[in-house]
């Protein structure tokens, strides 16, 4: 152990023990030069025959935690490995885990729990979604520092994981029982996303309950057969996390926390007061069918009747000032004929508009698709082009509009991914095709590229890379985008040039054809800024000012003056 008062690595002092576990120690420690203090995690060497085996794991815990910035996690700054113990130095986090808390305090409000979820969930979409997604894996109060300020941090991240496409299951079975998922113990595939979604319902029901899922009898029942006045809309999102079979559960954290945000919503009262609000409609409903029914005569006209409200749905959300209360009518349009596509694309058209596609804008998405996920499968089944588009419509509004930069590419993937599964061999959309299937290189360029430099096996990939950048500007250049989205291409590019000068003269690029690219794009600048309006001015300034640093970046990779 650590004496209290000594000084280790000559710079961090320990003050005091402030937490045991069975496999290490941690400490209070402060940097006196800097006043700051640390928290230090200490495995002793002589306690672990097998130290060489958790040694490897610490070590891809602290190269874990060194990659990721939130402020729901931790920061590593300092590893120190002795002949006696090996240390890592982490920031302090001061306050109490969940875990004593609710045993000091037993259950907790469902308002809170709520909140420290919605933190939870974010710092589990952060994790997902990342080049190399990691899955934490054991998520549970004793992992969940509270602060003074009410936010939680997750802590240990000695279970963790990085998601492996090709991997058919888990190479060890991790996890705490009681909160870890079926699959955790092998048999049923590796652990994705959808395991955290478990042990974070897992999670929750014991701070709602304050009854351990992890002391027998190993049992979660709906949270209202311990406390009858917590949300029936609650007890529904625990209830769903906590499947079994993963396809049961909310198949993402983002759509975890929207549910979460919106659980009132969920509520056997709420439910009630809508089915009456909609009973008029349902009337009408019925009414159409018993005319469909008696002729085709009557059934042309209920489908006419049908398509003109959705139409004038439609309208009436072109004409509503405000986003979320169009998304909102966009909703009912899509509820009375599923297979039209006016209405999803009106809806892409709205939220890009103004050049940004917010996270206010993206939860009606999420929510399109959680509660209206039948819709969704009935546009792609009777329409699969109109399906399409909307796919490749959204993976643009991802791609080049998104208002944070660090998950754009990666969400806009999968809709780009799933276009180009339904354009496949269709002529009428060979355009389409085209620049789908270019922005899906593109992103699984961004999605392996950092693991490919740290194994060594990047040489080439830069090259491929650069002739996807600039097929998708010959397409563009033949058939423009909107005029927005080309500006943005723009930007990329330059911004590219700027970062991968070296490894593109590495993989055979010339700086010809740099030149010849950069050409081009000061052309279309110049003819884009004549009479452009105010925005449009401010984005080809930026990419103006870029162009300068990515000459004297080419100049000076390719030693040529």
Not at 65 to 88: A, G
Not at 348 to 376: C, P
Not at 396 to 411: D, G, I, L, P, V
Not at 535 to 554: F, G, N, P, S
């Amino acid at each position: 152990m650590l004496k209290i008062g000594s000084v280790i690595d000559g710079k961090y002092k320990i003050l005091d023990e402030i937490g045991h576990g069975g496999m290490s120690t941690v400490y209070l420690a402060i940097n006196e030069k800097a006043n700051k203090p640390w928290a230090i995690k200490e495995v002793r060497k002589s306690f672990r025959r097998d130290f060489d085996i958790l040694k490897q794991s610490l070590i891809l815990e602290t190269d874990m935690l060194k990659k990721l910035s939130h402020k729901n996690l931790p920061s590593i700054v300092d590893v120190i490995d002795s002949d006696e113990n090996f240390l890592i130095v982490m920031d302090y986090i001061e306050g109490n885990t969940l875990e004593k808390l609710i045993e000091e305090n037993g259950a907790y409000p469902q308002e809170d729990v709520v909140d420290w979820a919605v933190q939870l969930c974010d710092v589990l979409r952060y994790l997902h979604e990342r080049p190399n997604p990691i899955i934490y894996r054991d998520m549970k109060p004793s992992n969940v520092m509270l602060k003074s300020d009410g936010n939680v941090v997750l802590i240990d991240f000695g279970t963790a994981r990085e998601f492996k496409e090709q991997n058919a299951g888990d190479t060890t079975c991790l996890g705490t029982q009681g909160y870890a998922a079926p699959e955790q113990f092998g048999g049923m595939g590796q652990t994705d996303a959808r395991t955290d979604i478990y042990c974070l319902g897992a999670t929750m029901y014991h701070l709602l309950t304050g009854h351990n899922p992890s002391e027998p009898p190993y049992e979660m029942y709906p949270i209202r057969q311990w406390n009858s006045a917590l949300s029936s809309g609650l007890e529904k999102v625990v209830l769903k996390c906590t499947r079994k079979n993963p396809a049961d559960r909310y198949q993402s954290a983002s759509e975890l926390m929207y549910a979460l945000k919106h659980y009132r919503d969920l509520e056997t009262k709420t439910q009630i007061q809508c089915q009456k609000r909609l009973g008029g409609f349902a009337a009408t409903l019925f009414l159409c069918f018993v005319c469909a029914v008696c002729g085709a005569g009557f059934r042309a006209a209920a489908n006419e009747k049908i398509r003109d409200d959705y139409m004038t749905l439609v309208a009436a959300a072109g004409r509503t000032a405000d986003t979320l209360d169009a998304c909102g009518l966009y909703m009912e349009a899509i509820s009375l004929d599923a297979a039209q596509g006016d209405a999803y694309h009106a809806y892409y058209d709205r939220v890009v508009d103004d050049g940004i596609f917010d996270t206010d804008e993206e939860e009606f998405l999420i929510k399109m698709n959680m509660s209206a996920k039948e819709y969704l499968n009935v546009f792609e089944t009777q329409n699969p082009l109109g399906y399409a588009d909307f796919c490749y419509e959204i993976g643009n509004a991802y791609w080049y509009y998104y208002s944070h930069e660090e998950n754009r590419k990666t969400r806009a993937l999968g809709w780009y991914e799933s276009a180009l599964a339904c354009y496949e061999g269709n002529s009428e959309r060979s355009l389409a095709y085209g620049r789908c299937r270019l922005y899906v290189e593109i992103g699984g360029f961004y999605k392996k590229m950092i693991a490919a430099q740290i194994d060594g096996t990047d040489e080439g990939i830069y090259r491929k890379y650069w002739n996807s950048l600039s097929q998708l500007k010959a397409l563009n250049d033949e058939n423009p985008d909107r005029e927005l989205i080309t500006l943005r291409m723009y930007h990329e590019i330059v911004v590219r040039v700027t970062e991968y000068a070296r490894y593109f003269m590495d993989d055979g690029v010339p700086r010809a054809e740099v030149e010849t690219m950069f050409d081009s794009i000061d052309a279309d600048l110049c003819r884009m800024k004549e009479g452009a309006a105010p925005a449009v001015c401010t984005e080809i300034e930026k990419i103006q000012t870029l162009r300068t640093l990515a000459d004297k970046i080419v100049r000076s990779t390719y030693k040529e003056e």
